[in-house]
Structure formats: structure tokens, C-alpha cells
């Protein structure tokens, strides 16, 4: 009988061994790749959705005037030497002064979200942020807290004398891979172009 060379068994078991090892690694650099894919694209379409909110808003603002009526500035908003407004609630007003429009953000404070609205006038509230985005803060910061164009406001010497202009802190987040989840801070400034 003529005798065949063959692995043995414990050859074999090394190599299936190392096999697996490789092939574990190949699929945990694989797995972590795709991971790391779905949380970028995931941050863009964020980034996109708060991008189209500002733009939203900007277009309000290039409409509408904003309503320094609306606010009490003698509350908590602001303080003498700010003179800031912070709210979570954008209040416009057309230029005719007839119909207004507000933005305005509702927590979720069981649930850890929120929810950014737009209403004009009367009519109904429609969400801004999309359903699978969740609006977990936003802010808005209006320089100066007072109506520069107001006469009395003019002929203060103290009182900055600039164009209105918003700043806007949103922090948008979405469920990710692993249960944790996607989040973006965003901020713009808005200023107003209505000169009067």
C-alpha cells in the first residue's frame, strides 16, 4: 500500500482556528465600517433638515417684521445691560401689521424631545423637523430686545441702535446604531433687511 501525505487532524483544527479568527476580524472592521456609514449619512440628512428649518425661517424673516410688541421686556427675557430677548418662541408680524406667524418649540420632557412648529395666524401648526428627527432644543436670542425703530428708543443715547437680528441654537437628534443617538448642534444669525 502506498502511504498518502495528509494534514492531521491537529492541522486542520489550526487552520479552521485561524480561519475564523480572520474571517472574525474581517466581519467586526466590516460591521464597524458600516456603522460608522449610517451615523454620517444619518448627521447629513440632519444637517440638510436643520438647513432647510433656517432657510424656512429666513425666508419668514425677509416677510415678516419682528413683533417687539408681543414680548413683555420687563420680564425674565432679557436684562438692562444685554439688552437681549432669549425665548423659545419667534413672534412676526407682517408689515401691514395684520397677520403674525411665530415658530415655536414644544418639549417633550417624558420622552427627552421635542417638536418645532410653524403657525401663521390663526391657522394650523405644522411640525418643521420630520418625523424620524426629534428637536431636542432650540433657542432664540433677538438683538435688541427693545423696537429700534421706535421713536422714544431712537432718541436714547444708551440704547444700541442696530438692526434686529436672531440668533437661533437648535440641537436636532435621531436614533442611531446601537441605541445611541445622532446628535447635531446648529446656531445661525438672521438680521433683519426691513429698514424704516
Keep these: 500500500m502506498k502511504i498518502r501525505k495528509a494534514f492531521t487532524l491537529i492541522e486542520v483544527i489550526i487552520a479552521i482556528t485561524v480561519f475564523t479568527i480572520f474571517i472574525g476580524f474581517?466581519?467586526?472592521?466590516?460591521?464597524?465600517?458600516h456603522r460608522s456609514q449610517q451615523q454620517v449619512a444619518s448627521t447629513r440628512s440632519m444637517l440638510l433638515e436643520g438647513?432647510?428649518?433656517?432657510d424656512h425661517i429666513?425666508?419668514?424673516?425677509?416677510?415678516?417684521?419682528?413683533?417687539?410688541?408681543y414680548y413683555n421686556t420687563e420680564t425674565e427675557f432679557g436684562t438692562d445691560d444685554s439688552y437681549t430677548l432669549e425665548t423659545q418662541e419667534l413672534v412676526l408680524i407682517s408689515?401691514?401689521?395684520?397677520?403674525?406667524?411665530?415658530?415655536?418649540w414644544e418639549e417633550n420632557e417624558e420622552e427627552l424631545t421635542g417638536t418645532l412648529y410653524f403657525q401663521e395666524g390663526e391657522g394650523e401648526a405644522v411640525a418643521l423637523n420630520t418625523i424620524s428627527s426629534s428637536v431636542s432644543?432650540?433657542?432664540?436670542?433677538?438683538?435688541?430686545?427693545?423696537?429700534p425703530y421706535d421713536v422714544?428708543?431712537?432718541?436714547?443715547?444708551?440704547?444700541?441702535?442696530?438692526?434686529?437680528n436672531v440668533q437661533m441654537k437648535?440641537?436636532?437628534?435621531r436614533p442611531g446604531t446601537d441605541e445611541d443617538n445622532v446628535?447635531?448642534?446648529?446656531?445661525?444669525?438672521i438680521t433683519s433687511r426691513f429698514y424704516q
Design 26 to 33: 474581517v466581519m467586526s472592521a466590516y460591521l464597524t465600517f
Design 152 to 164: 422714544e428708543n431712537q432718541s436714547d443715547s444708551s440704547f444700541p441702535h442696530f438692526q434686529p
Design 137 to 147: 432644543f432650540m433657542s432664540f436670542r433677538v438683538f435688541p430686545d427693545k423696537n
Design 183 to 189: 446628535i447635531v448642534d446648529l446656531q445661525t444669525t
Design 58 to 69: 429666513t425666508d419668514l424673516m425677509d416677510e415678516y417684521n419682528f413683533y417687539f410688541d
Design 95 to 104: 408689515l401691514d401689521g395684520e397677520n403674525a406667524a411665530r415658530v415655536y
Design 170 to 173: 437648535m440641537t436636532l437628534s
Design 51 to 54: 438647513q432647510a428649518i433656517f
